[in-house]
């Protein structure tokens, strides 16, 4: 298996500028976690999804962030419009119930920098 | 918010030294996990202890889980300049959410 696949790995946009980060999880993984890592913060649990659905959206900071997953092979987060306090790096993340002893499995990241 | 507190928040040791780091948190838990993340990339799983769990080993990782104290450790024993990296500890909630929240971090750096 590939892993966790995320893109793009780096995206530079202007503010006010829509933007779409895109997730495939693992194959056969029925919880999908959306992470934001900055050096102020730390990682922030932003939403997961259970067999496709959300069931935690509380850590979306504002309106402008939404998340999808319409089919268990992809998810997006989408950020409209993009600030520059939005830069961080946001993390996908995948996990199985049945395997939960083997924790997540993360993606390599998104670098986002809103200028 | 951040459930899980690491100490200390780096760390530099040389190579074959052992490498110490606590992670302590707020409320009761299910299970807590370690996780290692090297510069730019992402988080790759350790180690997964119970709650009911004192203590679990994994080639030179050990992990103990004092719940009384609410307080974990990750020891790396015979650390090399490969271990070099930020350790997390991560922790879920007694609700079974089946989601986790992640500690501050600490950076370890192995001399070579």
């Known amino acids: 298996d590939a892993g966790v696949i995320q893109s793009p790995r780096h995206e530079v946009t202007e503010m006010g500028q829509e933007v779409t980060l895109r997730c495939k999880p693992i194959?056969?993984?029925?919880?999908l976690f959306w992470y934001r890592q900055t050096m102020m913060r730390g990682l922030e649990l932003l939403i997961y999804f259970n067999n496709n659905v959300p069931i935690d959206d509380s850590g979306m900071p504002e309106d402008r962030f939404s998340a999808k997953m319409p089919n268990a092979s992809f998810s997006t987060l989408k950020i409209q419009p993009s600030e520059p306090r939005d830069s961080a790096v946001y993390f996908c993340a995948s996990s199985s119930t049945g395997t939960a002893t083997y924790g997540y499995t993360f993606g390599s990241g998104t670098r986002l920098t809103v200028v | 918010s951040q459930q899980g507190e690491e100490d200390p928040q780096a760390l530099s040791i040389q190579e074959g030294e052992n490498a110490t780091m606590n992670c302590s948190y707020k409320?009761?838990?299910?299970?807590l996990q370690w996780y290692r993340q090297n510069s730019g990339r992402g988080l790759v799983h350790l180690i997964l202890?119970?709650?009911?769990?004192r203590e679990k080993h994994s080639g030179r990782l050990r992990v103990t889980l004092d719940t009384s104290k609410k307080s974990s450790s990750l020891l790396i024993t015979a650390s090399r300049a490969a271990d070099t990296a930020s350790y997390f500890c991560?922790?879920?909630?007694?609700?079974?959410?089946?989601?986790?929240?992640f500690g501050t971090g600490t950076r370890l750096k192995v001399l070579a």
């Open positions: 991560a922790t879920d909630s007694p609700s079974g959410t089946y989601k986790y929240i």
């Open positions: 202890i119970r709650s009911n769990e």
């Open positions: 409320t009761s838990i299910n299970n």
């Open positions: 194959s056969g993984h029925d919880y």
